[in-house]
Antibody, heavy 122, light 110 residues
Framework: QITLKESGPTLVKSTQTLTLTCSFSGFSLSTNGVAVAWIRQPPGKALEWLALIYWDDDKRYSPSLNTRLTITKETSKSQVVLTMTNMGPADTGTYYCAHSLYRSGSGYFDYWGQGTLVTVSS | QSVLTQPPSASGTPGQRVTISCSGNNFNIGNNYIYWYQQFPGTAPKLLIY???ERPSGVPDRFSGSKSGTSASLAISGLRSEDEADYYCAVWDESLSDIVFGGGTKLTVL
């Protein structure tokens, strides 16, 4: 059974750096073809893909946020960490991590965490 | 403003068949797989359709996906009250090198 759970601060100040951790079970990020992604959703708005890391440590980032994002994995801990620098009020929203499979194509997220709401104060 | 265009709302009565459209271009829908997600308020999205028309295990066959050219559709037949949710399409965009989501469609069951 695959589960994911996000953790991190619920409140950050403008210009600060956000660090979120995705802790997962039921799969290994050392398995060929497995990936974990981060996706966010501002209140009342649409989903936005942020970053993705593959089993082989290949990484992909949203072009619009590329300079602010870093995604890393700690395979032995079954964790993926996302850092986002220079946070602003527009970054307020629910942040999700999700399981993905390379063979199923980009846009495939079959298991999601419950999400964590991050509020940025100005 | 998303590169994928979805109607902001859709509605239907129980038992009806409704479709939700997702319009893009040759750099995204026209040349890549489309995915559909269902999201209830306050909960995480759920994968509904992948690779244009495949259903994950456990998704009822009332849900179906199709693609033609630069547009895609999600169809829900035998509409039920529990289908009332937000629906999002997603696809890889080659020109942006980005995974893009549509703006979402709020489905109301009347």
């Amino acid at each position: 059974q695959i589960t994911l759970k996000e953790s991190g601060p619920t409140l950050v100040k403008s210009t600060q750096t956000l660090t979120l951790t995705c802790s997962f079970s039921g799969f290994s990020l050392s398995t060929n073809g497995v990936a974990v992604a981060w996706i966010r959703q501002p209140p009342g708005k649409a989903l936005e893909w942020l970053a993705l890391i593959y089993w082989d440590d290949d990484k992909r980032y949203s072009p619009s946020l590329n300079t602010r994002l870093t995604i890393t994995k700690e395979t032995s801990k079954s964790q993926v960490v996302l850092t986002m620098t220079n946070m602003g009020p527009a970054d307020t929203g629910t942040y999700y991590c999700a399981h993905s499979l390379y063979r199923s194509g980009s846009g495939y997220f079959d298991y999601w965490g419950q999400g964590t709401l991050v509020t940025v104060s100005s | 403003q998303s590169v994928l265009t979805q109607p902001p709302s859709a509605s239907g009565t129980p038992g009806q068949r409704v479709t939700i459209s997702c319009s893009g271009n040759n750099f995204n829908i026209g040349n890549n797989y489309i995915y559909w997600y269902q999201q209830f308020p306050g909960t995480a999205p759920k994968l509904l359709i992948y690779k244009n028309n495949e259903r994950p295990s456990g998704v009822p066959d009332r849900f179906s996906g199709s693609k033609s050219g630069t547009s895609a559709s999600l169809a829900i037949s035998g509409l039920r009250s529990e289908d009332e949710a937000d629906y999002y399409c997603a696809v890889w965009d080659e020109s942006l090198s980005d995974i893009v989501f549509g703006g979402g469609t709020k489905l109301t069951v009347l």
